[in-house]
Protein backbone atom coordinates (compact mmCIF):
# COMPACT_ATOMS: atom_id res chain seq x y z
CA UNK A 1 0.00 0.00 0.00
CA UNK A 2 3.12 2.60 1.32
CA UNK A 3 4.24 1.74 -2.74
CA UNK A 4 1.02 3.24 -4.47
CA UNK A 5 1.11 6.29 -2.14
CA UNK A 6 4.60 6.75 -3.22
CA UNK A 7 4.15 5.85 -6.84
CA UNK A 8 1.35 8.64 -7.14
CA UNK A 9 3.65 11.40 -4.79
CA UNK A 10 6.14 11.09 -7.31
CA UNK A 11 3.60 11.32 -10.53
CA UNK A 12 2.39 14.55 -8.75
CA UNK A 13 5.32 16.46 -8.33
CA UNK A 14 7.08 15.58 -11.43
CA UNK A 15 8.56 18.75 -13.56
CA UNK A 16 8.48 19.93 -17.22
CA UNK A 17 11.55 18.93 -18.77
CA UNK A 18 14.35 21.54 -18.89
CA UNK A 19 15.32 22.80 -22.41
CA UNK A 20 18.86 24.56 -23.00
CA UNK A 21 19.14 28.07 -25.23
CA UNK A 22 21.73 29.09 -26.37
CA UNK A 23 21.86 32.85 -26.90
CA UNK A 24 24.41 35.01 -28.78
CA UNK A 25 24.01 39.08 -28.35
CA UNK A 26 25.30 42.38 -28.45
CA UNK A 27 25.10 45.83 -27.15
CA UNK A 28 21.55 46.27 -28.51
CA UNK A 29 19.93 42.89 -27.84
CA UNK A 30 19.99 39.17 -28.89
CA UNK A 31 21.44 38.26 -32.22
CA UNK A 32 20.12 34.88 -32.45
CA UNK A 33 19.03 32.47 -30.40
CA UNK A 34 18.39 28.32 -30.72
CA UNK A 35 16.48 25.93 -28.17
CA UNK A 36 18.87 22.70 -28.18
CA UNK A 37 16.14 19.83 -29.22
CA UNK A 38 15.57 17.58 -26.46
CA UNK A 39 18.36 15.01 -25.89
CA UNK A 40 20.90 16.78 -28.11
CA UNK A 41 24.48 17.26 -26.95
CA UNK A 42 25.96 19.96 -27.55
CA UNK A 43 28.97 18.50 -29.12
CA UNK A 44 31.45 19.95 -31.75
CA UNK A 45 29.52 19.48 -34.38
CA UNK A 46 26.62 20.33 -33.15
CA UNK A 47 28.21 23.62 -31.52
CA UNK A 48 29.25 23.83 -35.68
CA UNK A 49 26.26 23.81 -36.79
CA UNK A 50 25.24 26.66 -34.46
CA UNK A 51 27.79 28.79 -35.33
CA UNK A 52 27.45 28.48 -39.07
CA UNK A 53 23.75 29.35 -38.64
CA UNK A 54 25.15 32.87 -36.44
CA UNK A 55 27.70 33.92 -38.83
CA UNK A 56 24.93 33.61 -41.29
CA UNK A 57 22.48 35.67 -39.01
CA UNK A 58 24.98 38.00 -38.63
CA UNK A 59 25.40 38.51 -42.14
CA UNK A 60 21.90 39.25 -43.20
CA UNK A 61 21.27 41.30 -40.04
CA UNK A 62 23.81 42.99 -38.86
CA UNK A 63 25.94 44.17 -41.78
CA UNK A 64 28.37 46.82 -40.23
CA UNK A 65 29.44 43.62 -38.22
CA UNK A 66 29.72 41.43 -40.61
CA UNK A 67 32.00 43.74 -43.21
CA UNK A 68 34.01 45.09 -39.75
CA UNK A 69 34.82 42.46 -38.40
CA UNK A 70 32.76 40.39 -35.00
CA UNK A 71 34.24 39.02 -31.53
CA UNK A 72 32.64 36.00 -29.69
CA UNK A 73 32.90 35.56 -25.87
CA UNK A 74 31.90 31.87 -24.77
CA UNK A 75 32.45 29.83 -21.65
CA UNK A 76 35.47 27.40 -21.71
CA UNK A 77 33.23 24.38 -22.56
CA UNK A 78 34.74 21.58 -24.90
CA UNK A 79 32.58 21.92 -27.53
CA UNK A 80 33.57 25.18 -27.63
CA UNK A 81 37.53 25.10 -26.84
CA UNK A 82 37.79 22.59 -29.40
CA UNK A 83 40.80 22.52 -32.27
CA UNK A 84 37.91 22.35 -34.87
CA UNK A 85 36.26 25.26 -33.52
CA UNK A 86 39.03 27.45 -32.84
CA UNK A 87 40.34 26.27 -36.31
CA UNK A 88 37.15 27.75 -37.91
CA UNK A 89 37.06 30.63 -35.69
CA UNK A 90 40.62 31.51 -36.73
CA UNK A 91 39.44 30.89 -40.60
CA UNK A 92 36.83 33.10 -40.09
CA UNK A 93 39.01 35.72 -38.47
CA UNK A 94 36.50 36.02 -35.59
CA UNK A 95 38.50 37.35 -32.95
CA UNK A 96 37.27 34.89 -29.30
CA UNK A 97 37.02 36.80 -26.12
CA UNK A 98 38.92 34.50 -23.55
CA UNK A 99 36.54 33.38 -20.33
CA UNK A 100 38.25 33.96 -17.24
CA UNK A 101 38.81 31.34 -15.04
CA UNK A 102 35.94 29.81 -12.64
CA UNK A 103 35.05 32.30 -9.78
CA UNK A 104 32.48 32.94 -7.17
CA UNK A 105 32.37 36.62 -7.30
CA UNK A 106 31.67 36.34 -11.62
CA UNK A 107 28.42 35.26 -12.39
CA UNK A 108 26.94 35.09 -16.07
CA UNK A 109 24.77 37.60 -15.09
CA UNK A 110 27.94 40.16 -15.37
CA UNK A 111 28.11 39.26 -18.98
CA UNK A 112 24.70 41.74 -19.70
CA UNK A 113 22.19 38.97 -21.10
CA UNK A 114 20.27 39.17 -17.57
CA UNK A 115 19.33 42.49 -16.20
Request: hydrophobic share 40%.
Amino acid sequence: MAHNVLSSTKEIMSYPKKRMLIVFFDNKGVVHHEFVPAGQTVNVPFYMQVLKRLRETIRRKCPTKWQGGWSLHHDNAPSHTSIVVQTWFAEKNILLLHQPPYSLDLTLSYFWLFP
